[in-house]
């Protein structure tokens, strides 16, 4: 393999992927590889790799460039690769991608990805700042490692429901069988536990025909039951060689301890993970599908709540929306709606009482306006209702802890408030449609990003690349380390120009320079024993 530096400094990649240098790497973290400016055709060989470990992670350090004017000889170049079924099965034979005979492929001037082509993980850059890392390109490769006859796919959904999961299932069984031949698909009933019950059904085009126009999961779905022993199993045992995984954080975990297993057993299956998740709450890709549906949906409740409110004298609107630890769905929604007076989200702790508190705003509010419109994410002020409530609840099947319903209790607190204190009679309206807004079909824009997200995978696991999870990256699909999406949570940055552009379009307080007080106020006990929860969500 052989990796050249061009007179631009940008680097190109002769083959499919990069190799660690060391058997002993077996962890495969960072690798750096320094071009030697003696060579006069700057290039490097490497070495074939004995054994792989996820993540792969290449680092490429150019030395200092001849030229003293280049600011950039010496900044670092780092893919973070994905595994290849090649790394542990070296002798596998490849073959020719059928898009190439394909009558819609033929109109595409260039209808393989390059495996030069990568994708940048930011594309905001400052002019002497690092090149930083990069991301495999998605799409279809000119070899394929496996013939149309020989593969047995299936699909399993798990974790909570998202609008678009059918659209999905939809697109990988049509996009394998009309780019690629394959005709035996598996669906795997009823999420990971699944594989050992024996619950499958058959998919092909004609069965997965509409499923796109109905919401939920044509698979059914369920939380944990992962037993990675017993689905490898069974995976042998059908004959399986392609599996799709379709879910959340939790879900993509288990994609990848399933990854560990075939690798380990030294079996032909390539795994490919999409992620899934209402929250949006996902690292490294731009948003995860079923987002701007629940978002547009999401309009419908506000849109009641605020004709409630403004109807009445004294009127209270509030509305509950989906938001565990992200405050996405709340943000973008207040940010569409623009009626919206208030949007309380779990990464801006807020307070009732005092100066720049919560009651002053509602009360400022219904004097300006005679009515207040309040939307809410149900992971916001959980400290609060866990303190008032005395109780911290258990945990789902998926290790997510199960909220207290934090809308119920601001409706009554804020209620009590202005009738007691106040001396005031408020008409509080509360709308909680929390599993309408994820139980709908995905609309026109998410079917089309549905459709993308499930042919890259295809491309990917017929490309032979497997532990992986697909993505847009700055608007471009990439191929991901699963490690990478599962390692942190994807939040609300409060003091980003998003929050920002909502504080300015609501006129809320912005609660930030409150924090401390936020703290002072509830029990330190309440707080530990919240943040020493874990965070899994599916």
């Not at 190109?12 to 320094?34: A, E, I």
């Not at 850059?125 to 799409?139: C, E, Y």
């Not at 394998?176 to 594989?195: A, E």
């Not at 419908?300 to 109807?311: D, L, Q």
Request: proline share 4%; hydrophobic share 35%.
């Amino acid at each position: 393999m052989e990796l050249s530096l061009p007179n631009s400094s940008s680097l190109l990649f002769s083959q499919n992927d990069f190799v660690p240098l060391h058997k002993s790497s077996r962890f495969g973290c960072f690798h750096t590889f320094s071009l030697n400016k003696k060579l006069a055709s700057k290039s490097i060989s490497l070495c074939t790799p004995l054994i792989w470990r996820q993540p792969r992670l290449c680092r490429l350090k150019a030395q200092s460039s001849t030229d003293s004017n280049d600011k950039h000889g010496g900044d670092d170049f780092i893919v973070e690769d994905v595994p290849h079924l090649t790394h542990f099965l070296p002798d596998l034979p490849s073959y020719t991608n059928p898009l190439k005979r394909s009558q819609a492929y033929g109109i595409v001037k260039k209808t393989f990805v390059s495996p030069e082509d990568m994708v940048a993980k930011e594309i905001i850059v400052q002019k002497d700042s690092p090149r930083g890392i990069h991301f495999r390109r998605a799409g279809p490769r000119e070899k394929v490692f496996f013939t149309p006859e020989e593969v047995r796919a299936c699909i399993v959904t798990c974790g909570g429901l998202c609008p678009g999961i059918n659209t999905v299932i939809r697109e990988i069984v049509c996009g394998l069988k009309n780019m690629y031949g394959v005709d035996d698909v598996l669906g795997i009933q009823g999420g990971y536990s699944g594989f050992y019950s024996k619950n499958t059904l058959n998919l092909t085009t004609k069965v997965v025909n509409d499923i796109h126009k109905r919401g939920g999961t044509f698979l059914q779905t369920s939380r944990g039951g992962h037993d990675t022993k017993k689905i490898v199993d069974n995976i042998q045992d059908r004959g399986i060689n392609q599996v799709y995984i379709i879910g959340g954080d939790g879900t993509q975990k288990g994609a990848a301890a399933i990854y560990k297993e075939v690798e380990k057993r030294g079996i032909k299956v390539a795994v490919a993970g999409i992620p899934k998740t209402i929250d949006n709450d996902i690292a490294v890709i731009d948003k995860s599908f079923g987002f701007d549906t629940a978002v547009e949906e999401a309009q419908r409740a506000i849109n009641a709540a605020h004709v409630e409110a403004e109807s009445i004298q004294n009127g209270v609107g509030i509305v509950k929306l989906m938001g565990r630890y992200s405050g996405f769905i709340a943000m973008l929604a207040t940010l569409g709606n623009r009626d919206v007076d208030c949007c309380l989200i779990p990464e801006s702790p807020f307070y009732l009482e005092g100066p720049g508190g919560l009651y002053e705003f509602v009360e400022q509010k219904l004097k300006e306006n005679r009515h207040v419109l309040i939307v809410l994410a149900e992971g916001a002020g959980q400290e609060y209702v866990a303190q008032s409530m005395l109780a911290f609840q258990e945990k789902d099947a998926s290790g997510n802890r199960l909220l207290l319903d934090v809308g119920i209790w601001l409706t009554q607190h804020i209620k009590d408030h202005f009738t007691n204190v106040q001396k005031m009679t408020i008409n509080m309206k509360y709308i909680d449609p929390t599993y309408m807004i994820r139980a709908i079909p995905s609309n026109a824009s998410d079917n089309i990003y549905c459709t993308l997200l499930a042919q890259s995978a295809v491309h990917g696991a017929m490309a032979g690349f497997t532990g992986f999870t697909v993505g847009p990256v700055n608007s471009r699909h990439a191929y991901i380390p699963i490690n990478r999406v599962t390692e942190t949570t994807n939040t609300v940055n409060i003091t980003g120009r998003m929050w920002a552009r909502l504080l300015a379009s609501t006129n809320q307080p912005s609660f930030v320079n409150h924090c401390q007080t936020v703290r002072e106020r509830v029990d330190k006990q309440t707080i530990d024993a919240i943040n020493n929860l874990k965070i899994n969500s599916t």
